[in-house]
């Protein structure tokens, strides 16, 4: 099972960019598709982007579409998410996961990380 551990948030004013990174341990990463999710306060945990094993396929989220970037190094077993212009909607707790798909839905399978704070000022 992978184990996971996110860095890289932190206070940013609006407008601003963060790079997030999730390293796994563990040598399955590279057979695992991820995702990045987050948590407001106060809402469900949402999927905001993945990708695909080998990098093909990318999937964003309309509300982060064209202001984030996900990307993996499978040979340093780390997936990433460039975060620029970012809005105080984008306050939340970020996490990675390996993710799944059933039907036309994704879901987290494994276990989560503790998660990164990112907080947008205005």
């Known amino acids: 099972q992978v184990q996971l551990v996110e860095s890289g948030g932190g206070l940013v004013q609006a407008g601003g960019s963060l790079r997030l990174s999730c390293a796994a341990s563990?040598?399955?990463?590279?057979?695992?598709?991820m995702g990045w999710f987050r948590q407001a306060p106060g809402k469900e945990r949402e999927l905001v982007s993945r990708?695909?094993?080998?990098?093909?396929?990318?999937y964003y989220a309309d509300s982060v579409k064209g202001r984030f970037t996900i990307s993996r190094d499978n040979a340093k077993n780390t997936v990433y998410l460039q975060m620029t212009n970012l809005k105080p909607d984008d306050t939340a707790v970020y996490y990675c996961?390996?993710?799944?798909?059933?039907?036309?839905?994704?879901?987290?399978?494994?276990?989560w990380g503790q998660g990164t704070q990112v907080t947008v000022s205005s």
């Open positions: 996961a390996a993710v799944s798909q059933i039907g036309s839905r994704w879901y987290q399978v494994g276990s």
């Open positions: 990708i695909s094993r080998d990098s093909s396929t990318t």
């Open positions: 563990g040598r399955a990463f590279s057979t695992y598709h």
